[in-house]
């Protein structure tokens, strides 16, 4: 679709994809990027396969046109719903020399190696735990592990109106630890398998029994991302080098500036864009 070098897009709902982000540009500051976030049409979560699909692959067009060879979907629910389908039925007819790439295989590949008991939990949204991508996908590379999964529709919208610091978000944080444990008191490790729940990091940890530990996805993501770009040279080229990030968004930019921050850990200015 475009030859010319340009920024490695990322791509979320909403601030979600931030957390990844942010990761992600410590660890390879040398390259641009370009990030949106769907925040008109958040949350994804609830939604039907067919339309995160759709709205998914609206916006991966877009970062297309803004020359992004390399696109990452930092967003649990559209990897789990959509990515199969952009990479094997999209890419092939109508960008077949661009990649996008999604956060749950990376993160499958290593949290079998994090649990001594072998019992994971994954806590992510209805639409993730509904489409088992986590549970296919670690029994891949971790056949032994059992995987427990929890959906936790609250905590989304809760993060995305600033409520997640507030008194109510006890309640929604308690009821989802304690559903998640009462399936197997064995698990030890649990993925934040929602790019917008490491904003609760801390109420989620202290909610769960102590010898749990929690696993943010952002730092396994970047790490991915770049052996991803060692691995092939011929994408990695192809993304630019300025150490620039642009940021926009569906709805409202002075909104999305006010909110990104929590999400990014430094302000940023963001740009209005329409979709579809
Ligand atoms: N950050 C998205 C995820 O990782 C949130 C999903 C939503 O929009 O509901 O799943």
């Given at each position: 679709?475009?030859?010319e070098?340009?920024?490695?897009?990322?791509?979320?709902?909403?601030?979600?994809?931030?957390?990844?982000?942010?990761?992600?540009?410590?660890?390879?500051?040398?390259?641009d990027?370009?990030?949106?976030?769907?925040?008109a049409?958040?949350?994804?979560?609830?939604r039907?396969?067919?339309?995160?699909?759709?709205?998914?692959?609206?916006?991966?067009?877009?970062?297309?046109?803004?020359?992004?060879?390399?696109?990452?979907?930092?967003?649990?629910?559209?990897?789990?719903?959509?990515?199969?389908?952009?990479?094997?039925?999209?890419?092939?007819?109508?960008?077949?020399?661009?990649?996008?790439?999604?956060?749950?295989?990376?993160?499958?590949?290593?949290?079998?190696?994090?649990?001594?008991?072998g019992?994971?939990?994954?806590?992510?949204?209805?639409?993730?735990?509904?489409?088992?991508?986590?549970?296919?996908?670690?029994?891949?590379?971790?056949?032994?592990?059992?995987?427990?999964?929890?959906?936790?529709?609250?905590?989304?919208?809760?993060?995305?109106?600033?409520?997640?610091?507030?008194?109510?978000?006890?309640?929604?944080?308690?009821?989802?630890?304690?559903?998640l444990?009462?399936?197997?008191s064995?698990?030890?490790?649990?993925?934040?398998?929602c790019?917008h729940?490491?904003?609760?990091?801390?109420?989620?940890?202290?909610?769960?029994?102590?010898?749990?530990?929690?696993?943010?996805?952002?730092?396994?993501?970047?790490?991915?991302?770049?052996?991803?770009?060692?691995?092939h040279?011929?994408i990695a080229?192809?993304?630019?080098?300025?150490?620039?990030?642009?940021?926009?968004?569906?709805?409202?930019?002075?909104?999305?500036?006010?909110?990104?921050?929590?999400?990014?850990?430094?302000?940023?200015?963001?740009?209005?864009?329409?979709?579809?």
């Open positions: 679709m475009q030859t070098n340009g920024p490695i897009g990322v791509f979320d709902s909403g601030y979600g994809g931030l957390t990844v982000l942010k990761e992600i540009t410590a660890l390879l500051p040398q390259y990027y370009i990030y949106l976030g769907d925040n049409r958040t949350p994804y979560g609830s039907s396969f067919e339309t995160v699909y759709h709205y998914t692959w609206q916006c991966v067009e877009w970062f297309f046109k803004q020359g992004c060879s390399l696109v990452i979907v930092a967003c649990n629910t559209a990897s789990a719903k959509a990515l199969r389908t952009i990479q094997q039925k999209n890419l092939p007819f109508m960008a077949p020399n661009n990649r996008v790439l999604g956060v749950i295989r990376p993160s499958a590949e290593v949290i079998g190696t994090m649990s001594k008991t019992h994971i939990g994954i806590m992510g949204t209805q639409g993730t735990v509904n489409s088992n991508s986590y549970l296919l996908e670690i029994q891949k590379f971790f056949p032994e592990v059992q995987v427990w999964q929890q959906a936790c529709p609250m905590w989304v919208p809760l993060i995305e109106n600033n409520e997640h610091t507030q008194l109510g978000a006890d309640y929604f944080v308690a009821k989802y630890t304690q559903q444990m009462a399936q197997n064995a698990i030890d490790t649990v993925l934040l398998a790019t729940y490491p904003l609760m990091y801390n109420k989620i940890k202290a909610a769960l029994p102590a010898q749990v530990q929690l696993i943010m996805q952002g730092g396994i993501v970047a790490k991915s991302l770049k052996n991803y770009l060692l691995r040279p011929e080229q192809k993304c630019s080098k300025n150490s620039s990030a642009l940021f926009f968004t569906t709805d409202d930019s002075a909104i999305f500036e006010q909110q990104a921050s929590l999400f990014y850990g430094s302000n940023i200015q963001a740009q209005q864009i329409e979709i579809g």
